[in-house]
C-alpha cells in the first residue's frame, strides 16, 4: 500500500562527455560571471560548448547552433532543499532537437553548479552498450523524489526526422542518488528502432514526476503521434524507485483525429493522479481545435485506472514569435492551477497568461482569468508553481519594451507575478530584460523553449525561476539563467493588479477563430519538423 501523508508541492511545470554506463567524470564547477540584463540576482548555469565536431556522428542535417543552452527544466529536492538540479538542451538544430542535453546540480540553493552529462546521446556518451545511441535528445525535464532524494532525468533521445524511414527514438530515464553529480545509466521507457519503410510513431514532450507520498513511485508521460493527425497520451511508471519500470501504455486516445502534447502529471492525496494536457482535434472538415484537457489516474494495487477527459477550457492562442501550445500545472493544499497563453482575453489579437485552478481534485475547474501584468502586449510561455502555503508564481515572457518593431529586432523580457490570496490579485516582478530575440536559434521559430522552469523549496521560501535569454550583441546565443527574487512579502510595493476575466460570453470573431486555427495548423506541422 503506497504510504499517504501530507502532500507536498508538485512543480511544473552538462558539460563533459564520457562513455559507458555512467557519464560522470570531469564535472567542473564554474564561477558565473555576471550577466547582462539583471534586475535581480542572476547565475549563469550554461557554459560554453566542449562538444567535438561531428560527436553526433552522421551527417550534418539544417544549422547547429553552437552555444545556445534552451529549453530547461529544474527541481528543487524536498529531501535537502539546499540541492537544486537542472537540465537544458544545448547547441540546438534548426530542424529539432540538440546534439544533448546538459545536467548541473547545486548543494548550496543554487549559489554554484556543477556540470555534468548523462548518455542520453553520442554527443554525451551515447552508445550501443548504454541505450543512449542517439544522434539528438530534446525535451529535457527533472524530477527529485520528496522522501530520499533520488533524482530523475527524462529525455526523447532520437536519430533522423521524425516518422521517416530509418528514424529511431527513444524515451530514456536516468537516475541519480547522489545530488544529481553523477548519473546511472538510463533505462529505456519505451523504443522505436528503424524502420526502412519509415517509421511508425513518434514520442514527443515527455515530462516526469517523482511521488511526493512514496519514493518507489515515479511517473513518465509523453504523446506518441502514430501519423500527423493522430497520438494517444503514453505513461510509464516504476513502484520500484527507478530500478524497474512497467511497460509504458496509452492512457488516452482522443481517436484517429485527435492527438495530444505537453502532458504532465500532478500527484494528489489518496492514491489519484492527474494528467494535464492539450488535445488537437482536427475535424472531418478539416478544420482544427485545441483544448486544454485533464484526466483522473487511481491506483488499484496494481496498475492505474484512467478517467475520460474533462475539458478545462479551450485553448485559443493566435501565437507570438515563438509561442508554446503547452500547459504547466501546480498542485498544492488541494488546489490545482494550470496556465497556458491565450488570446481570448483580447478577442483574438494577441496572446496573455491564461490560470484557472480546481479545488475538487480536477473535477471542476475555474474560469480562466488573465494573470499577465500588462494586457495590452503579447505574453507567451508560462510557468506556473504554487508553494506548499499556497502562494502562486506564475513566469513568462513578454513583448512590452519592444516599442520600435524592426525586422532585426525583437526585446522581451521575463517576469513573475505572484499571489498570496489564492489568485484574486497578484503583484509583479521584473526577472531579466529586454533582450533581444534575434539573437536565439531559429528552430521553427525563434526558440528559447517550448518551456521555462520555476521551482519553490517549502512554506515562505522565495521562487526561483530558471529560464533562457539571449545573449548581447548581434550572435545567435543563449544561455540558461537561475534568478533569485525578493519573496513576495517583500515585493508588496510591486505593481500590483486583479486578474482579468473575459467578458461574459465572449467569443472570436471568424477572423480570430481563422488565425487560431492556422496558429494550430503550424503547430501541428512544427511538431513533426522539429522536435
Avoid at 328 to 342: I, K, R
Avoid at 347 to 360: F, N, P, T
Avoid at 490 to 511: S, Y
Amino acid at each position: 500500500m503506497r504510504a499517504r501523508r501530507g502532500l507536498a508541492i508538485v512543480a511544473l511545470v552538462t558539460l563533459v562527455a564520457a562513455c559507458g554506463g555512467s557519464s560522470n567524470s570531469g564535472t567542473v564547477t564554474p564561477v558565473p560571471p555576471t550577466p547582462p540584463f539583471s534586475s535581480v540576482q542572476q547565475i549563469r548555469l550554461s557554459q560554453p560548448s566542449t562538444f567535438a565536431a561531428g560527436c553526433d556522428g552522421v551527417p550534418a542535417s539544417g544549422t547547429l547552433y553552437i552555444d545556445t543552452a534552451v529549453e530547461p527544466s529544474l527541481a528543487a529536492n524536498p529531501f535537502n532543499p539546499m540541492n537544486l538540479i537542472a537540465a537544458w538542451q544545448q547547441n540546438r538544430w534548426s530542424n529539432g532537437g540538440s546534439q544533448g542535453l546538459m545536467l548541473a546540480s547545486s548543494v548550496n540553493g543554487g549559489t554554484s553548479w556543477t556540470l555534468t552529462t548523462a548518455p542520453f546521446s553520442r554527443c554525451t556518451g551515447g552508445n550501443p552498450a548504454n541505450l543512449g545511441d542517439y544522434a539528438r535528445a530534446t525535451d529535457p525535464w527533472v524530477t527529485i523524489s520528496a522522501n530520499n532524494g533520488v533524482a530523475y532525468a527524462l529525455s526523447l533521445s532520437f536519430t533522423g526526422a521524425s516518422l521517416s524511414p530509418g528514424s529511431s527514438s527513444a524515451m530514456l530515464v536516468a537516475r541519480s542518488t547522489d545530488f544529481g553529480v553523477t548519473w546511472l545509466q538510463p533505462h529505456a521507457l519505451i523504443v522505436d528502432p528503424p524502420n526502412p519503410s519509415g517509421a511508425q510513431f513518434f514520442n514527443d514532450k515527455g515530462s516526469i514526476t517523482a511521488d511526493p507520498l512514496n519514493a518507489s513511485f515515479v511517473y513518465a508521460v509523453w504523446d506518441r503521434l502514430t501519423s500527423p493527425t493522430s497520438g494517444p497520451s503514453y505513461f510509464a511508471f516504476t513502484q520500484t524507485g527507478g530500478s524497474t519500470w512497467e511497460p509504458a501504455r496509452s492512457i488516452y486516445d482522443p481517436g484517429p483525429s485527435g492527438q495530444t502534447i505537453g502532458n504532465q502529471i500532478v500527484v494528489l492525496n489518496g492514491d489519484v493522479l492527474l494528467n494535464v494536457f492539450t488535445e488537437i482535434d482536427t475535424a472531418s472538415d478539416g478544420t482544427v481545435s485545441s483544448l486544454v484537457r485533464v484526466i483522473r489516474g487511481t491506483y488499484n494495487g496494481t496498475t492505474w485506472i484512467w478517467s475520460a477527459p474533462t475539458t478545462i477550457a479551450k485553448l485559443q492562442a493566435v501565437g507570438t514569435s515563438n509561442p508554446a501550445n503547452i500547459v504547466s500545472v501546480s498542485a498544492t493544499l488541494g488546489a490545482v492551477y494550470v496556465a497556458w497563453q491565450d488570446s481570448l482575453f483580447s478577442m483574438g489579437k494577441h496572446d496573455g497568461i491564461a490560470l484557472a485552478s480546481s479545488l475538487d481534485g480536477g473535477q471542476t475547474w475555474s474560469t480562466p482569468v488573465q494573470v499577465n501584468a500588462d494586457p495590452n502586449v503579447q505574453a507567451f510561455t508560462p510557468t506556473v508553481n504554487v508553494r506548499a502555503d499556497g502562494v502562486i508564481a506564475v513566469t513568462y515572457f513578454d513583448l512590452r519594451n519592444n516599442t520600435a518593431p524592426s525586422a532585426s529586432h525583437l526585446y522581451a523580457d521575463c517576469w513573475m507575478v505572484t499571489s498570496t490570496d489564492g489568485g484574486t490579485s497578484f503583484s509583479e516582478q521584473h526577472l531579466s530584460g529586454s533582450f533581444d530575440l534575434q539573437n536565439a536559434p531559429d528552430s521553427e521559430g525563434l526558440f528559447l523553449g517550448d518551456y521555462q522552469a520555476l521551482v519553490s523549496s517549502g512554506s515562505g521560501t522565495p521562487f526561483l525561476p530558471l529560464y533562457a535569454q539571449p545573449a548581447l550583441g548581434n550572435v545567435v546565443q543563449t544561455d540558461t539563467f537561475i534568478s533569485f527574487p525578493p519573496s513576495p512579502a517583500a515585493a508588496a510595493a510591486a505593481l500590483a493588479f486583479t486578474p482579468r476575466a473575459a467578458a461574459a460570453g465572449a467569443e472570436l470573431t471568424p477572423e480570430a477563430q481563422r488565425r487560431v486555427m492556422a496558429r494550430t495548423r503550424l503547430v501541428q506541422a512544427q511538431r513533426l519538423r522539429g522536435r
